[in-house]
């Protein structure tokens, strides 16, 4: 239980410090017209990786984060970001987690659809954002950069699981059920 709970607070300080970072850091919105938002890409990455438990916690820390420091109504991004973890928690044994691809395609889709359900949620509440062909675009390229941050989450979640897990114990070199005493008559 003890680690579990220090794997969970890891977990929600690096959450925190993805979305103060991609809230202050001003550089991708110079260069891209738009400020990317990668917590769908971690919604996929816990969904593939963790339990029921992670998935809704991140979802509802993440969406609460996010939304105080967007123009978003508040608890507007919890919906979206628990459907697709949930949704790929779901069916992560049917997918093949480990594959870049498959990686970088839950990640895309996993963008588009966080995209889509926070547009439908923003007009059932008759909040009309400014919808277009930039809009469009800049979602589309905000899918394209999901789709890539997951294979950097897993790679980072591999080099974490090394500085804090023990390597396996090895007995030695020589497999001792292999051997045998073979005497003779004399003995």
Known sequence: MNFKFNKMLLLLLGV?????LQSHWQE???????????????MVFVGLTMGAGYVS?????????????????????IFPLFIVG??????????????????????????????????ILLKLLSINPLIGWEMLFWSMLN??????????????HKWFKSLFSHSSYETGKWRNN????????GY
């Not at 925190?16 to 103060?20: A, D, V």
């Not at 991708?28 to 971690?42: M, S």
């Not at 895309?108 to 547009?119: C, D, K, N, R």
Request: hydrophobic share 60%.
């Open 16 to 20: 925190y410090f993805l979305i103060f």
């Open 28 to 42: 991708p919105r110079r260069w891209l017209g738009f400020q990317p938002d990668f917590t769908p890409a971690l």
């Open 57 to 77: 916690t991140i979802a509802l820390m993440s969406g609460l984060w996010l939304d105080s420091l967007s123009a978003n109504p508040f608890g507007m991004s």
């Open 86 to 119: 949930w949704i790929v928690f779901c069916f992560r044994k049917k997918i093949m987690a480990v594959e870049f691809m498959a990686q970088i395609y839950l990640g895309i889709v996993g963008g588009l659809l966080v995209f889509l359900l926070q547009l």
């Open 143 to 156: 899918a394209f950069l999901c789709g890539l941050a997951v294979p950097i989450f897993y790679l980072l």
């Open 178 to 185: 292999s051997r045998q005493i073979v005497r003779g008559k």
